[in-house]
């Protein structure tokens, strides 16, 4: 119907970019659990009224500007975007600089695409208007506010699901990354026509650009999900070691309770005969024998960590009993991230075991 699709006025870009950073800064708002800096903590009313007044109007100035800017700096004006928007969702969530990063990758392209599907419904319904008129304006606004309506729907739910994890370094670049080449790939042909992958009319090049950006979210969301389900596998396989220590430790404590009752009724036979011991050489090899015998018996250690305390509990008393083993500590180490590492100097035998912390706010 229409030969060419007019460019996206800089205030509804702006309307968009403000919409979805507040997508992420109600979502961390809602999930008192999401904050990373202070789980316990709600979000105070001041950063979230600084993010929606603040950054509609930093918003709205930079993108006015930008759209007077020449050409050549079309993508160092995207970049000031993206650092506009990472300004007001750290503003209004106070989390960790890295999660900050990727909740901005994810709303960048969020905005991209609202304002794309939007403004492509506002021009073949209501083409013979101008953008300011109410009719164009009320219809894009509601376009974009449905989109990011659904954003939020789906991002809430995952938010809600348990505390954000600490981001690994792998993950952020990822997603980063992913951003970018989304980005890149959805505005390749406001750059240049002539690739393998460019629109020619305007309406192709405002579909290339919704589906590009449609997919590059889902692929960025996916990626989110997927950062979520591994912490929650890592924290429920540390517990789960956890209990598993804390079994086997009950195991041993039970074991050496038993002994002990054993070794209670056996003792007083043995007092008795050492006391009738006549030769001093014979009573002192038998007070010897008795208190190795004590001294192996309820070895035990509460260092409040269950996993360490079955490891130092690494003792041979005897064959039957005998202890883990240093491949086996090294194993089991490895198991659960960590690493065990010996060494012999002057007559010591030491034994260094780390693992990893399971407290994400002790690494914070």
Not at 60 to 80: F, N
Not at 251 to 270: F, G, I, N, S
Not at 334 to 349: C, E, I, L, S
Request: proline share 4%; hydrophobic share 50%; net charge neutral.
């Amino acid at each position: 119907m229409f030969d060419s699709l007019p460019d996206i006025p800089r205030l509804f870009t702006a309307l968009a970019e403000w919409g979805a950073a507040l997508v992420y800064v109600f979502v961390v708002a809602r999930s008192a659990s999401s904050n990373a800096l202070n789980p316990n903590a709600a979000i105070p009313r001041w950063r979230l009224a600084a993010a929606a007044v603040g950054g509609l109007v930093v918003l709205a100035g930079a993108q006015e500007l930008l759209g007077r800017a020449p050409l050549p700096l079309w993508v160092p004006g995207m970049m000031t975007a993206y650092a506009l928007v990472w300004c007001v969702i750290r503003v209004g969530t106070a989390l960790d600089w890295r999660w900050v990063t990727h909740m901005s990758a994810r709303a960048f392209i969020v905005a991209e695409l609202a304002a794309s599907l939007a403004w492509q419904v506002v021009v073949y319904s209501h083409a013979d208007k101008p953008y300011w008129h109410p009719l164009s304006f009320g219809g894009f606004s509601a376009i974009a506010a449905t989109c990011l309506a659904v954003v939020y729907f789906f991002e809430r739910r995952v938010c809600r699901q348990g505390a954000l994890p600490i981001l690994r370094v792998s993950d952020l670049a990822s997603g980063v990354l992913i951003g970018i080449a989304i980005f890149a790939l959805s505005n390749l042909s406001f750059v240049s026509t002539a690739t393998p992958f460019s629109g020619r009319a305007g309406w192709e090049v405002f579909y290339i650009r919704t589906l590009v950006d449609l997919a590059g979210y889902a692929i960025l969301f996916a990626q989110f999900k997927r950062i979520q389900q591994s912490a929650t596998e890592r924290e429920l396989a540390s517990i789960q070691a956890s209990l598993d220590a804390q079994q086997h430790q009950y195991l041993a404590a039970k074991e050496d309770m038993e002994q002990v009752a054993r070794a209670h009724h056996d003792l007083k036979h043995q007092v008795e005969a050492i006391r009738a011991e006549l030769d001093p050489g014979r009573a002192a090899a038998s007070f010897a024998e008795l208190e190795s015998s004590i001294e192996q018996i309820g070895q035990q250690y509460h260092s409040g960590n269950a996993i360490l305390d079955v490891i130092l509990t690494t003792i041979k008393p005897d064959t039957v009993r005998h202890g883990w083993g240093v491949k086996s500590i090294q194993w089991t180490a490895r198991k659960y991230g960590g690493q065990a590492v010996t060494d012999v100097a002057d007559h010591w035998f030491t034994l260094t075991v780390l693992l990893p912390s399971t407290n994400a706010q002790e690494d914070s």
